[in-house]
């Protein structure tokens, strides 16, 4: 074997193949599990989509189910067990309020949803939370989508409350 044969030899044994993406092969897929809410809204998906495609709503229904779901995610805190049926309205609030600091369009697509679902489990029966809660959360929604959403000479988005002059 000459000299070079036996340095192209040396030169393949040695080279380790890289992947394309260094960062995409050292962060292993992890699939996220789905909570028990998440499982839930998916039980009632068929009878949400039945009553909302007979309503005159503009936005796809699979845009609201895929919004409601990742509310659902973190809905309520890790470790605690509530109904999607019962929402409590300080928990609604809070994580509709975390998700508008991170993303207003995100948190305002949630909060239509919301008001479409509960209206849902309104009109079919299945709002097992007591009246007093149902008016709270409609109210906490109603009081969020009239939030005036601007943009900031940076780009970045905020949200002011909407008020209203006084008439004279």
Not at 20 to 32: G, H, I, L, S
Not at 40 to 65: G, H, K, M, N
Not at 110 to 127: C, E, I, P, V
Request: glycine residues 4%; positive net charge.
């Amino acid at each position: 074997m000459g000299r070079n044969q036996r340095r192209r030899a040396a030169r393949t044994n040695h080279v380790r193949k890289q992947p394309r993406d260094a960062f995409k092969a050292a962060v292993p897929k992890v699939a996220v599990p789905l909570s028990d809410n998440v499982r839930e809204l998916e039980t009632l998906a068929p009878a949400f989509i039945c009553w909302y495609v007979q309503r005159p709503f503009s936005t796809d229904v699979e845009e609201v189910l895929a919004s409601l779901k990742l509310f659902f995610r973190f809905y309520p805190e890790a470790g605690e067990s509530r109904s999607i049926t019962a929402l409590d309205p300080a928990e609604v609030a809070a994580r509709l309020v975390s998700l508008i600091i991170n993303t207003a369009h995100a948190g305002l697509v949630a909060t239509y949803s919301l008001m479409q679902f509960l209206k849902f489990l309104q009109d079919s029966g299945r709002w097992c939370g007591n009246p007093e809660s149902y008016r709270a959360v409609c109210g906490i929604l109603t009081d969020i989508i009239c939030l005036d959403v601007r943009s900031t000479p940076s780009g970045a988005e905020t949200a002011a409350g909407v008020t209203a002059s006084p008439a004279n």
